[in-house]
């Protein structure tokens, strides 16, 4: 008799090591433990190991709720029969071999035993399979108002006693027995269920499918109701009311489903009226928040994370600045400043919706996530503050590969306060695994680049270069003064920055023949950008000259430790010499002079980026989806191979038109829509 169980965690360390010896008393010491943690961080791993140092611990970044556990949990799995056990289940009394023996009818997929409540009395957690009146029923409390009324006791299963065995469809799973194979044939549970109905519309599933579920009386568990679920009872109810629409929409159609909603608003309002006559505050705010429910199909999310909590402002403004900056250093480069991206909504922001997620732990700003709404094909589309002209977005926080840290953002962003969405992370890096902790799909991915400082000098990073490479370096520089005398300028003075950008923009232009790249169709906000950065420190915008004159110009920033080469333009007059390798490489001297860790040289394919790089960065573009309409969206998104075939240029990439900023001139370079940076 083999048999493995099943525990999810979510803050349950003070209960978990007890489930753990009551599984092992009950299945016997050969019994498998797996124990899937949705709360990392909370010590219950721990607890977990000492009690059974060869129990399996599956841990998630964060809460995926209770089906999307039991999947990874019965992955997992090698016995043919799993008990699923709640961490609040307190005493199984009974013989397993009577489980074992109700399996031995092959038909039968499932077992659930009696249940009691930890005072002793029976809990009657079977039913048959809902139907829309039942739901109606439930909320209306109809059985316990009119007892002799059959319709509603018949699904509640009132007139049984629990005293004999028989065929159930649908019972809680508080103590859930499921044979493996049945598992495999049904398929896993829906995890469109974040917690509750899961186990309920598998059985019926199953039923459907010629599978038995069956009641053994012989084994009893108690239960502490509600002990391994989220905290507090009103919270507990808003989870249940969702799932329960989202079974009903999933079983009795769509059309059914919104009567059904559309009955319990009126419920609902009908109460918070009648609260509100009475002076009732607090059952008038319940009665609103399950309005809420009903209308936008969801509701509010545990906090993630360890004591982690989670708000949605509507402006950046929100942010204080000090946080902001903070971790904006604690992400590393300046994409993510209040700099850049305030700059970016001023320019790009006009019309659009601001949806700023603050997460924090202990009462301190732990991340920002800086969304924007806008509408594709009917469907709200997200991406975070800032694409197009950024090389790096996500969430602003440190490294996402902290347990504690990773599992507060993806709750933030489980708690985006939207019914349906199709978010678009773009250019994130793959290190950071956003798209795991989001259950997204990587749609497209960019290499970016970078050269990580292992040397103290200039000298000592040529000699650990190719002889090529050293004899170029030194070489370029004299064949260009054979021209004019050679400089280096690197601009500084605030009053002159207008004109050093000219000619800046000027060589771009030149560079690329007069094509309007999305650069110079991004003028008027790096103009903008660039004078906050030359304040701060950060502008490292440089020319090669000959004999005074400008012939080469590389716009980049420097930031926290790290250096990075954004655009460049040179003069095609001077084709036969190699400006751009020799602007680059003063550059990067002068950055390894100065003490930084690292040189980026951002996303493109020039080949003069392998000489100078000795590491790649993976940046990926997530899309992730809530509801079916956005999920058909991000299906056919990802269909179109290639991030420039049209249906995923009208759907998922584009970028407005930069709009000059209310008391702003408009500059002629700016008068067409930037889609990424087009050519460098």
């Known amino acids: 008799m083999s048999l493995d169980v099943v525990i999810v965690n979510f803050h349950s360390t003070r209960l978990i090591g007890r489930t753990v010896a009551l599984a092992r008393e009950f299945g016997g010491e050969a019994a498998g433990i797996i124990v899937v943690d949705n ?123 629990y005293r004999s065995r028989r065929q159930v469809d649908a019972a809680t799973g508080a ?50 109701s509600g002990g391994s679920s989220p905290d507090g009872r009103a919270e507990r109810s808003l989870l249940l009311l969702e799932s329960q629409h989202r079974y009903a929409d999933k079983h009795f159609g769509r059309v059914t489903g919104a009567a059904l909603r559309g009955s319990l608003v009126g419920l609902d309002a009908a109460r918070a009226a009648r609260h509100a006559l009475g002076g009732n505050g607090r059952d008038v705010a319940s009665a609103r928040d399950r309005i809420r429910v009903h209308l936008t199909g969801r509701a509010p999310r545990p906090p993630s994370g360890a004591g982690a909590e989670v708000e949605y402002a509507p402006s950046l403004e929100a942010v204080a600045p000090a946080d902001w900056d903070r971790l904006a250093g604690n992400a590393g480069h300046v994409f993510a400043t209040p700099e850049w991206l305030g700059t ?45 002209p950024s090389d790096q977005l996500g969430p602003i926080c440190g490294p996402l590969t902290d347990p504690g840290l990773a599992s507060a953002v993806a709750g933030g962003l489980a708690s985006i306060p939207l019914r349906r969405f199709l978010l678009l992370a773009e250019l994130v890096p793959e ?55 050679v400089s280096y300028r690197l601009a500084s003075d605030p009053e002159a920055l207008d ?15 007069g094509v309007e790249t999305p650069f110079l169709a991004a003028a008027g ?40 080469l954004y655009q460049a333009g040179r003069d095609p007059a001077f084709a036969a010499h190699p400006l751009g390798f020799t602007l680059i490489a003063h550059a990067v001297e002068q950055a390894l002079t100065d003490g930084m860790r690292e040189y980026h040289l951002l996303r493109g394919g020039e080949r003069y980026k392998a000489r100078f790089a000795n590491r790649e960065r993976t940046l990926e573009t997530i899309g992730a989806a809530r509801g079916a309409d956005a999920r058909l969206l991000l299906a056919a998104a990802s269909a179109a191979r290639g991030r420039s075939l049209g249906l995923r240029r009208r759907t998922v990439d584009r970028t407005p038109t930069p709009r000059p900023p209310s008391g702003a001139e408009a500059s002629s370079d700016s008068t067409v829509g930037a889609r990424g940076r087009g050519c460098r």
């Open 344 to 388: 970016w909504w001023r320019w790009y922001g006009g019309g659009r919706r601001a949806l700023v997620g603050l997460v924090r732990r202990e009462s301190q700003l732990v991340a920002i996530l800086p969304l924007t709404v806008w509408w594709g094909m009917g469907v709200p589309v997200l991406r975070f503050v800032g694409h197009g």
């Open 431 to 485: 290190d950071q695994g956003l798209g795991r902790l989001v259950g997204g799909r990587t749609l497209y991915t960019d290499e970016s680049p970078l050269l990580r400082f292992e040397q103290d000098s200039w000298d000592e990073f040529l000699r650990d270069r190719g002889r090529n490479f050293r004899q170029q370096a030194r070489r370029f520089p004299k064949r260009l003064a054979k021209l004019g005398p």
């Open 175 to 224: 103590c859930l027995f499921l044979r493996r194979s049945a598992f495999g044939d049904v398929g896993p549970f829906d995890e469109h269920f974040f917690v509750y109905y899961e186990e309920t519309d598998w059985l019926v599933r199953a039923k459907r499918r010629g599978w038995r579920t069956m009641f053994v009386p012989t084994v009893e568990a108690v239960h502490a």
């Open 525 to 564: 906000f790096h103009r903008d950008f660039a004078a906050r950065a030359m304040e701060r420190g950060w502008l490292r915008l440089w020319f090669l000259e000959v004999g005074g004159r400008a012939v080469a110009g590389l716009y980049g920033f420097r930031f926290n430790g790290v250096e990075a």
């Open 39 to 161: 709360s990392p961080g909370d010590g219950a791993a721990d607890v977990v190991r000492a009690a059974a140092p060869d129990a399996r611990v599956i841990t998630n970044p964060v809460n995926l709720g209770y089906a999307a556990a039991v999947n990874r949990a019965m992955s997992a799995a090698e016995a043919e029969i799993v008990l699923l056990l709640n961490p609040d289940v307190h005493r199984i009394c009974g013989r397993f071999q009577d489980v074992w023996d109700t399996f031995g009818d092959q038909r039968v997929a499932a077992v659930v035993t009696r249940l009691l409540d930890v005072d002793g009395r029976l809990a009657r957690h079977c039913f048959t399979a809902p139907r829309p009146f039942d739901l109606v029923a439930e909320d209306l409390a109809l059985a316990e108002r009119f007892p002799r009324w059959q319709r509603p006791r018949r699904y509640r299963m009132l007139d049984w006693d």
């Open 499 to 513: 004109r050093d950008l000219d000619i800046l923009f000027d060589l771009h232009r030149r560079r690329w023949e």
